[in-house]
Each structure stands twice: as structure tokens, then as C-alpha cells.
């Protein structure tokens, strides 16, 4: 069965647990969890119409930088900490990871892949930064700061004695494929990884 990013990740949610989406957007997904799966949800968002979406659906949102760490939040206190397509986007992503992992027992973290054949090819071939599905800006107008690709962040948790429990390789329409599974670093455009504490 194909899920996508939302369902792959409310899958690793356990029903009545309790989650911090860093970087939560309008509240989306967290509002789903909390109807579908009954958790006591928290987000941090920066973006203050983000905030008055979540406000407006029930969502308990903090307003944060992530780049500040989380150090209101004491150590496990919450059972899954969400990142969704936003490690990218921080100044400093290790501090994130690692805060992340200090405060959550499990991690769930997606990011657009840079080691897309459509990345590849646009600045290969055409010798300019790629515009995907998964990276939708220009350049100059993106909030991506960190470009990486799934083998990037697999180092990178190995670096960190950061422990990949799962990791599911989309395709452009957000789901698995035959492809995206067999060459993930060549055919996912977006990467979900559960992680945790080695």
C-alpha cells in the first residue's frame, strides 16, 4: 500500500502519545493526529499566519525560531518529535537534530532530496539550481538553506550516533514506488526517516 508523506508519518505515531511538530505550518497534520490518533499534540511555528491558522483549527502552537533550540521543553518529554521539509530550512541542523532527539524518544523528519535525477539534470545539464516539485522556488527566493541528499543525511546521522529506525524514499506524487525504493538517492524527490537516539 502507497502512503504519502502525511500517512507514512501518522503511521509512526503511536494512537494517545505525545507530539511537538517543529515547524508545524498551519496545523494540518497535527490537527489530523489528534482527531485520527488522539495524541496531545504541541507545534512550534515561526510564521504568524501559520499560527493563526493553527489557533483557528484548536492546534496548541508556540511561536519559536527552532534555531534557538528547545530548551523549554525538558528531556522526553514527548514521544515523537515531527520535522517535516524544514531541516533544510534552519540555520543550523544539527543543533536542531539533536535538540530534537534530546526532548523526543523517536524522531520523524522529511526533506526534499537534492539527489533527484531532475536536480541532477537541471544543474548538469542546464548549469542552473534545480526547480522540482519538492524544491518549488527559484533560488533566490527559496527558504531552503541546506541542500542534501538521503546518502548526505544518512552520513550525517551516522556522524551523530543518530540510530535510522525506518526511511521511505517518495516519488513526486508523494508516494512509494518501484523506483523510488530501488534507487531512493536517484528516484525520491522526498525522504521521510524515523530516527532516534543510538
Given at each position: 500500500?502507497?502512503?504519502?508523506?502525511f500517512?507514512r508519518?501518522?503511521e509512526w505515531?503511536?494512537?494517545?502519545?505525545?507530539?511537538?511538530?517543529?515547524?508545524?505550518g498551519?496545523g494540518t497534520?497535527l490537527a489530523?493526529?489528534?482527531?485520527?490518533?488522539?495524541v496531545?499534540?504541541?507545534?512550534?511555528?515561526i510564521?504568524l499566519?501559520?499560527?493563526?491558522s493553527?489557533?483557528?483549527?484548536?492546534?496548541?502552537?508556540?511561536?519559536?525560531?527552532?534555531d534557538?533550540?528547545?530548551?523549554?521543553?525538558?528531556t522526553?518529554s514527548?514521544?515523537?518529535?515531527?520535522l517535516?521539509?524544514?531541516?533544510?530550512?534552519?540555520?543550523?541542523p544539527?543543533?536542531?537534530?539533536?535538540?530534537?532527539l534530546?526532548?523526543?524518544?523517536?524522531?520523524?523528519?522529511?526533506?526534499?532530496?537534492?539527489g533527484?535525477?531532475?536536480?541532477?539534470?537541471q544543474?548538469?545539464?542546464?548549469g542552473r539550481?534545480?526547480?522540482?516539485?519538492?524544491l518549488p522556488?527559484?533560488?533566490?527566493?527559496?527558504?531552503n538553506?541546506?541542500?542534501?541528499?538521503?546518502k548526505?543525511f544518512d552520513?550525517l546521522?551516522?556522524?551523530?550516533g543518530?540510530?535510522?529506525?525506518?526511511?521511505?524514499?517518495l516519488?513526486a506524487?508523494?508516494?512509494?514506488s518501484r523506483?523510488?525504493r530501488?534507487?531512493?538517492?536517484?528516484f525520491?524527490e522526498?525522504a521521510?526517516?524515523?530516527?532516534?537516539?543510538?
Amino acid at each position: 500500500m502507497n502512503l504519502s508523506e502525511f500517512e507514512r508519518v501518522m503511521e509512526w505515531v503511536a494512537p494517545g502519545s505525545r507530539v511537538l511538530d517543529l515547524g508545524c505550518g498551519d496545523g494540518t497534520l497535527l490537527a489530523r493526529l489528534r482527531e485520527t490518533r488522539q495524541v496531545r499534540a504541541y507545534g512550534l511555528e515561526i510564521d504568524l499566519n501559520n499560527i493563526v491558522s493553527c489557533v483557528a483549527q484548536g492546534v496548541n502552537v508556540i511561536q519559536a525560531d527552532l534555531d534557538q533550540g528547545l530548551s523549554d521543553f525538558e528531556t522526553a518529554s514527548f514521544d515523537t518529535v515531527i520535522l517535516l521539509q524544514t531541516l533544510q530550512a534552519v540555520h543550523f541542523p544539527i543543533n536542531v537534530l539533536r535538540e530534537m532527539l534530546r526532548v523526543g524518544r523517536e524522531g520523524v523528519v522529511t526533506f526534499p532530496n537534492f539527489g533527484h535525477w531532475r536536480s541532477r539534470m537541471q544543474l548538469g545539464l542546464g548549469g542552473r539550481m534545480p526547480v522540482t516539485p519538492a524544491l518549488p522556488s527559484q533560488w533566490y527566493e527559496t527558504e531552503n538553506i541546506h541542500l542534501f541528499t538521503l546518502k548526505d543525511f544518512d552520513t550525517l546521522c551516522d556522524a551523530q550516533g543518530i540510530e535510522v529506525v525506518d526511511r521511505v524514499p517518495l516519488d513526486a506524487q508523494r508516494r512509494e514506488s518501484r523506483l523510488s525504493r530501488a534507487w531512493p538517492t536517484m528516484f525520491s524527490e522526498l525522504a521521510v526517516y524515523r530516527v532516534r537516539r543510538a
